[in-house]
T-cell receptor, first 122, second 111 residues
Framework: GAVVSQHPSRVICKSGTSVKIECRSL??????MFWYRQFPKQSLMLMAT?????????EQGVEKDKFLINHASLTLSTLTVTSAHPEDSSFYIC??????????????????FGEGSRLTVL | GEDVEQSLFLSVREGDSSVINCTYT??????LYWYKQEPGAGLQLLTY?????DMKQDQRLTVLLNKKDKHLSLRIADTQTGDSAIYFC???????????FGKGTMLLVSP
């Protein structure tokens, strides 16, 4: 079945450095990918919607300059946490939408999640 | 706005049935999902139901939907220790593209 791969699965960095997380759809093309952030014992918070070839759409309260998203190809989206600080430590999960076309005017398909990336900023 | 509510914790004994409940507020929801998250891992889709269905059964899993009350439940029959995880209820208006998640229910299965 379809697989979404995230890399790295764990990263530890010093405060002030930038960290890039990759999300790849391995056997399908994903025009839309999503980035979520999950705090301990909490739900997933949608950070942004990434569309191939265009700028990402950020959710309210998410800093665009802090969390840079690039969806350069149909199989790869990247999230870069710039000038990371300890409060950015979190579990980041991506998902990719595998479209099956439209039905009754609505997009149909399936959403696949990556395994997540644990970021720890010291 | 959209809101999805779940109870935070459920503890059961191995072999019993587990019922995890979820309520949502958006009457436009057409797809409702249950995801499982094991520690330190991503989300695994367990099952989903369309809003024009009342029930869906898939092996040990039974999903019940009361659209009038906007209530969704997941029943796991013969719960095993490997079922211990966090279960997220989610809803979307169109197929899969944008999901609103509940806070998750931690299921603890004891031997």
């Amino acid at each position: 079945g379809a697989v979404v791969s995230q890399h790295p699965s764990r990263v530890i960095c010093k405060s002030g450095t930038s960290v890039k997380i990759e999300c790849r759809s391995l056997d399908f093309q994903a025009t839309t990918m999503f980035w979520y952030r999950q705090f301990p014992k909490q739900s997933l918070m949608l950070m942004a919607t990434s569309n191939e070839g265009s700028k990402a759409t950020y959710e309210q309260g998410v800093e665009k300059d802090k969390f840079l998203i690039n969806h350069a190809s149909l199989t790869l989206s990247t999230l870069t946490v710039t000038s990371a600080h300890p409060e950015d430590s979190s579990f980041y999960i991506c998902s990719a939408f595998s479209s099956r076309g439209t039905s009754g005017g609505a997009r149909t398909g399936e959403l696949f999640f990556g395994e997540g990336s644990r970021l720890t900023v010291l | 706005g959209e809101d999805v509510e779940q109870s935070l914790f459920l503890s059961v004994r191995e072999g019993d049935s587990s019922v995890i409940n979820c309520t949502y507020t958006d009457s436009s929801s057409t797809y409702l999902y249950w995801y499982k998250q094991e520690p330190g891992a991503g989300l695994q889709l367990l099952t989903y139901i369309f809003s024009n269905m009342d029930m869906k059964q898939d092996q040990r899993l039974t999903v019940l939907l009361n659209k009038k009350d906007k209530h969704l439940s997941l029943r796991i029959a013969d719960t095993q220790t490997g079922d211990s995880a966090i279960y997220f209820c989610a809803e979307s208006i169109e197929g899969y593209s944008t999901l609103t998640f509940g806070k998750g229910t931690m299921l603890l299965v004891s031997p």
